[in-house]
């Protein structure tokens, strides 16, 4: 199967100015750019961009939890220990494996159509989140959570790893909760077991600011103790979610190191958790990524609207127009999640790369006036959702012009209309 984009604007994070001129798609990858001889596109389907249509990188939401869109709404407007203990994990608690089923399916809807390409889901019922995913065409990492010392979870996590191995579109992360919630023995216990499979981690740290006296009062450890004895740093890879409260010259350790600090602006905002050091912590050269958390926190899954908020609110905290700047912030939404979730070739456009990519409307009021060393700035600071005319992942449309050819979008809104209605009864009835 392949793809013609004709005279087709590019952009990706690490391109000073946008290119122009044709983008061949072909098994998957994209197999080239700029000047595509007519014989390498015999047979593609071709689309025809007249100079007025982007191709981006797919977004990587590089921390959420898919499902979740079941949950939007319930319990808002607290912080977030008592969000998660009274009004999350109880109801969290009455979920079947149909209901993540149709609520991972009804947040990938959601995903393509604003040009994410590829999510890092931590829940439970994995397998059927990666079988949903795969159904979609969808890229993920799976991480099934691992809260207590639960042995079992983390066996399910291994399952996890053996039953996705062949997938291209998955890659697998074990998921201690956090230290919070997972006690320090098998904290390290999981660890080690990622270190001698080659596995990567995906854990929340430091979303609230009581989780450093925490970790100070329980274990006697500052941040970067805990990072440095818990065996995150030796793991093949780590996705630390948020890490608010995690201080830039702590945040000067993770660079050099396989550590991703996922940053998720809304989310942490809605809960009061506070405000990253964003702009810091790209000065120190720690690897840092973008995600949404999950649509009961956030409550969107729109990386477009992450990425403008990261770079305002970055900007506003450090009082410096220069930080956090638009090019930087899309890389964290492109291939800084890639790169953190283990896939290779991932999140940039150059030949040989995967062929996951966004296809943008430039063709719209808020457009005029853009140029090639500009466009970075108009998707970031302009730029919507409501721009995306098609998603594709390593070369298969998963979303186009308003359609899901993989999926039946109305019904999978109807059954999860469902599943939100008799999880609300079983919740109720639980008390
Ligand atoms: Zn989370």
Not at 53 to 65: I, M, Y
Not at 282 to 297: C, K, N, Y
Not at 359 to 365: C, E, I, R, S
Request: aromatic fraction near 6%.
């Amino acid at each position: 199967m392949k793809t013609l984009f004709k005279d087709v604007v590019y952009l990706d994070g690490f391109m000073d100015r946008a290119e122009r001129g044709d983008l061949l798609v072909s098994g998957g990858v994209i197999e080239k750019a700029k000047d595509v001889p007519a014989e390498a596109a015999e047979g593609a389907e071709i689309i025809n961009c007249k100079g007025n249509k982007a191709l981006l990188p797919g977004f990587v939401n590089s921390h959420t939890h898919a499902a979740m869109t079941l949950l939007r709404g319930l319990g808002e407007e607290r912080p977030l220990k008592e969000w998660l203990e009274k009004r999350i994990w109880p109801v969290e608690a009455c979920l079947t494996s149909e209901d993540i089923a149709v609520g991972t399916a009804s947040a990938i809807l959601e995903m393509a159509k604003t040009g994410t390409t590829c999510f890092a889901d931590m829940y439970f019922e994995m397998q059927d989140v990666g079988r949903v995913a795969l159904e979609a065409g969808m890229r993920c990492g799976l991480s099934r959570g691992i809260i207590g010392e639960n042995e079992a979870s983390l066996v399910d996590g291994l399952t996890l790893q053996e039953h996705f191995a062949k997938e291209d579109l998955v890659t697998v992360q074990l998921a201690p909760h956090a230290p919070y919630t997972v006690p320090f023995d098998f904290f390290k216990r999981v660890a080690k077991e990622a270190s001698l499979r080659g596995i990567r981690l995906h854990t929340h740290f430091l979303e609230a600011p009581w989780e450093r006296k925490q970790l100070k009062d329980e274990l006697g450890l500052d941040p970067v103790s805990f990072l440095e004895r818990s065996g995150i740093l030796e793991a093949p890879g780590a996705i630390l979610a948020h890490c608010v409260w995690l201080e830039p010259k702590e945040a000067a350790r993770l660079a050099n190191t396989a550590v991703t600090i996922a940053h998720n602006p809304a989310s942490n905002l809605k809960l009061g958790s506070g405000i990253a050091p964003l702009g810091r912590f790209l000065e120190t050269g720690a690897s840092v990524s973008l995600g949404t958390d999950g649509a009961a926190s956030n409550n969107r899954l729109d990386m477009w609207s992450e990425m403008r908020l990261a770079a305002l609110l970055g900007k506003g905290a450090e009082q410096d127009p220069l930080c956090c700047r638009a090019a930087e912030v899309l890389r964290m939404a492109t291939f800084e999640g890639a790169k953190a979730l283990g896939f290779e070739k991932c999140g940039r456009i150059k030949e040989g790369w995967e062929a996951d990519l966004v296809l943008v409307d430039l063709d719209q009021p808020q457009y005029i006036g853009w140029e090639p060393a500009t466009l970075c700035h108009f998707v970031v600071y302009a730029g919507s959702a409501a721009d995306v005319l098609g998603t594709m992942v390593s070369g298969k449309w998963v979303y186009k012009d308003g359609m899901y050819p993989s999926m039946d979008g109305p019904e999978v809104i109807r059954k999860a209309r469902e599943a939100r209605k008799g999880l609300r009864l079983r919740a109720r009835s639980r008390g």
